[in-house]
């Protein structure tokens, strides 16, 4: 089945500092989201982003289907920006299945 | 628009006892999901649902563990019996139809098996 990678696990970075956030893809896809898991758990759909670049605020993000990768960009970091973000990828192969990734733990520094 | 709805928030209950868990989707969605979340990992799909009918269910562990979608709106998960390894969160999603269309989670259940 396809496989779905983020880096870095962890990352550790001070208020005010940039970040960008990796996810690979071992098929194509033809869904994928960018979520932020908050530390009470709650996942937020931060873009929903198959193809392209999309900017919301501070965050932004550019997927490149054919080379299958997807980045996610965070600007000017926030202590609330703090949490777990996940790529979740649908393969083409697949009539329904989601997939996420494990995750990465961003932990911002006041 | 209002998100999707779960319900308890938070469930304790000792191993070999059952659990029910309560989900809302988003009105008008016809997709329903139930992911299981162990700590430290991603999400993983137990089954989905098209209206009330099952799309996939392929990795939901069906000697304990079912799930129903009456009238295709609201959907209940259940565990019988409950045993160590399903401590967990159990989140709720819901989408238009198929899926290409972006996923709206709910709060989540936290479950503790003791």
């Known amino acids: 089945g396809i496989q779905v990678e983020q880096s870095p696990p962890d990352l550790i970075l001070q208020e005010g500092a940039n970040s960008t956030l990796r996810c690979n893809f071992s098929?194509?896809?033809?869904?994928l989201q960018w979520f932020h898991q908050n530390p009470w758990g709650q996942l937020i759909n931060l873009f929903y982003?198959?193809?392209g670049t999309k900017q919301n605020g501070r965050l932004s993000a550019t997927t490149v289907a054919t080379e299958r990768y997807s980045l996610l960009y965070i600007s000017s970091s926030q202590t609330t920006d703090s949490g777990v973000y996940f790529c979740a990828v649908r393969p083409v192969s697949s009539a329904s299945k989601i997939i996420f990734g494990s995750g990465t733990r961003l932990s911002i520094r006041p | 628009e209002a998100g999707v709805a779960q319900s308890p928030r938070y469930k304790i209950i000792e191993k070999r006892q059952s659990v029910a868990f309560w989900c809302n989707p988003i009105s008008g969605h016809a997709t329903l999901y139930w992911y299981q979340q162990i700590l430290g990992q991603g999400p993983k799909l137990l089954i989905q649902?098209?209206?009330?009918?099952?799309?996939?269910d392929s990795q939901l562990p069906k000697d304990r563990f079912s799930a129903e979608r009456l009238k295709g709106v609201d959907s209940t998960l259940k565990i019988q019996p409950a045993k160590l390894e399903d401590s967990a969160v159990y989140l709720c999603?819901?989408?238009?139809?198929?899926?290409?269309?972006?996923?709206?989670f709910g709060s989540g259940t936290r479950l503790t098996v003791v």
């Open positions: 098929d194509s896809v033809n869904n």
């Open positions: 982003i198959p193809s």
């Open positions: 649902f098209q209206n009330n009918g099952v799309v996939d």
């Open positions: 999603a819901s989408s238009k139809t198929g899926g290409d269309y972006g996923y709206t």
